[in-house]
């Protein structure tokens, strides 16, 4: 992990009610007013409004980051409950992103909250990640996930890694051009197994775990979970780290350092 | 027949630290067998109470998935064994 300057954004005043609704996080010494002005002025990118979404969109909403873009292309279907909390029994047929926006308007309304029915493609990427300051991978798909990464990394644009397993999560901040990308950790083969189990408390963890590090990373204090992966393995209730290493024949960011 | 294992980073710690370490079976499940004798911490990791392959690991060799008959997956000298922690959901 190493320390890293908050991204130098311009700042947007508080208003009275930003100081009353943020108080208790406006108190913590390295955060302070300057860091909810930061937040207020960040646009976060969501891939992915599900079991990792769902927790992940409501602390950043209710945190205050400025805007959040939901990007997601399914409905909501009664297998999706146990885990994706931001949809109930009444959202069953309705696309995600329009029932997360419900539910975090009515947490957070002074969030803009942008909804978009689409599926994340190559083509596609470039224009969804303009004006974004960060994207938080939420997604259930590894193809999509290297699709990310890819765009990602060729905007400069920082990403912080979430998947989960059953009791297993995992989770790691990629910065372009500092830190090993998601392609450097995975082989581009992974296909994997599908449907996984999942239980709703561990992607409920991995989320809080990717929020606390795109505050800090917004916000500019603390360290980051660069370079390391995080393990948590609720199962036997371990968490482990591992160091991460760039892999320099990598075809998306090989070579490509700071 | 012998062949090498990339390590994932998930299990540095019970594998000395390091990432390739050589084996030798005629299928996953031997060379596995040897890999946990060599570094015995290995052995949870890999698998469950029942000696199953933990759900959350993929195994490929020389690139391609082995799933889902992995410990059974024939190898050949100088074949290539990937082990990867797959916490893919979301």
Same mark, same amino acid.
């Given at each position: $992990?190493?320390?890293?300057?908050?991204?130098?954004?311009?700042?947007?005043?508080?208003?009275?009610?930003?100081?009353?609704? !943020?108080?208790?996080?406006?108190?913590?010494?390295?955060? &302070?007013?300057?860091?909810?002005?930061?937040?207020?002025?960040?646009?976060?990118?969501?891939?992915?409004?599900? &079991?990792?979404?769902? #927790?992940?969109?409501? !602390?950043?909403?209710?945190?205050?980051?400025?805007? =959040?873009?939901?990007?997601?292309?399914?409905?909501?279907? =009664?297998?999706?409950?146990?885990?994706?909390?931001?949809?109930?029994?009444?959202?069953?047929?309705?696309?995600?992103?329009?029932?997360?926006?419900?539910?975090?308007?009515?947490?957070?309304?002074?969030?803009?909250?942008? #909804?978009?029915?689409?599926?994340?493609?190559?083509?596609?990427?470039?224009? /969804?990640?303009?004006?974004?300051?960060?994207? $938080?991978?939420?997604?259930?798909?590894?193809?999509?996930?290297?699709?990310?990464?890819?765009?990602?990394?060729?905007? @400069?644009? #920082?990403?912080?890694? &979430?998947?989960? !397993?059953?009791?297993? @999560?995992?989770?790691?901040?990629?910065?372009?051009?500092?830190?090993?990308?998601?392609?450097?950790?995975?082989?581009?083969?992974?296909?994997?197994?599908?449907?996984?189990?999942?239980? &709703?408390?561990?992607?409920?963890?991995?989320?809080? =775990?990717?929020? +606390?590090?795109?505050?800090?990373?917004?916000?500019?204090?603390?360290?980051? /979970?660069?370079?390391? +992966?995080? !393990?948590?393995?609720?199962?036997?209730?371990?968490?482990?780290?591992?160091? =991460?290493?760039?892999?320099?024949?990598?075809?998306?960011? @090989?070579?490509?350092?700071? | 027949?012998?062949?090498?294992?990339?390590?994932?980073?998930?299990?540095?710690?019970?594998?000395?630290?390091?990432?390739?370490?050589?084996?030798?079976?005629?299928?996953?499940?031997?060379?596995?067998?040897?890999?946990?004798?060599?570094?015995?911490?290995?052995?949870?990791?890999?698998?469950?109470?029942?000696?199953?392959?933990?759900?959350?690991?993929?195994?490929?060799?020389?690139?391609?998935?082995?799933?889902?008959?992995?410990?059974?997956?024939?190898?050949?000298?100088?074949?290539?064994?990937?082990?990867?922690?797959?916490?893919?959901?979301?």
């Amino acid at each position: $992990m190493k320390e890293r300057r908050g991204k130098d954004i311009s700042t947007v005043p508080l208003t009275e009610e930003d100081r009353v609704r !943020y108080g208790r996080q406006i108190i913590f010494p390295s955060f &302070g007013e300057e860091g909810q002005q930061k937040l207020k002025q960040a646009h976060v990118l969501v891939a992915g409004i599900g &079991g990792l979404g769902s #927790p992940a969109a409501i !602390y950043l909403a209710c945190a205050g980051v400025g805007k =959040l873009t939901l990007i997601d292309s399914d409905a909501v279907e =009664l297998s999706n409950l146990n885990r994706q909390i931001l949809h109930g029994e009444e959202d069953i047929g309705e696309k995600k992103v329009f029932s997360a926006a419900q539910k975090l308007n009515k947490l957070n309304s002074t969030v803009e909250l942008e #909804p978009l029915v689409v599926r994340i493609t190559a083509e596609g990427l470039p224009g /969804l990640l303009h004006g974004i300051d960060l994207v $938080m991978d939420c997604l259930d798909s590894m193809e999509t996930r290297f699709i990310l990464n890819e765009g990602c990394v060729k905007a @400069g644009i #920082p990403f912080i890694h &979430g998947g989960v !397993y059953g009791m297993l @999560g995992e989770i790691t901040t990629i910065i372009p051009r500092e830190t090993p990308c998601f392609e450097c950790i995975f082989p581009r083969e992974v296909e994997g197994k599908t449907p996984l189990p999942i239980f &709703g408390c561990t992607p409920a963890l991995i989320a809080s =775990l990717q929020v +606390m590090e795109a505050i800090k990373l917004l916000a500019g204090f603390g360290e980051l /979970l660069t370079g390391t +992966m995080l !393990y948590v393995n609720g199962e036997v209730m371990e968490f482990t780290t591992a160091p =991460l290493q760039k892999n320099e024949g990598c075809r998306v960011c @090989g070579g490509d350092t700071a | 027949m012998s062949a090498k294992i990339v390590m994932h980073p998930f299990f540095a710690e019970h594998v000395g630290g390091n990432q390739v370490i050589d084996v030798a079976g005629s299928d996953i499940g031997e060379c596995l067998a040897v890999l946990a004798r060599q570094y015995p911490a290995i052995e949870k990791k890999l698998f469950d109470k029942h000696g199953q392959l933990r759900g959350y690991l993929e195994i490929y060799v020389n690139g391609k998935s082995t799933f889902p008959h992995e410990l059974a997956h024939p190898i050949i000298d100088g074949d290539e064994i990937r082990i990867i922690v797959f916490g893919a959901g979301g």
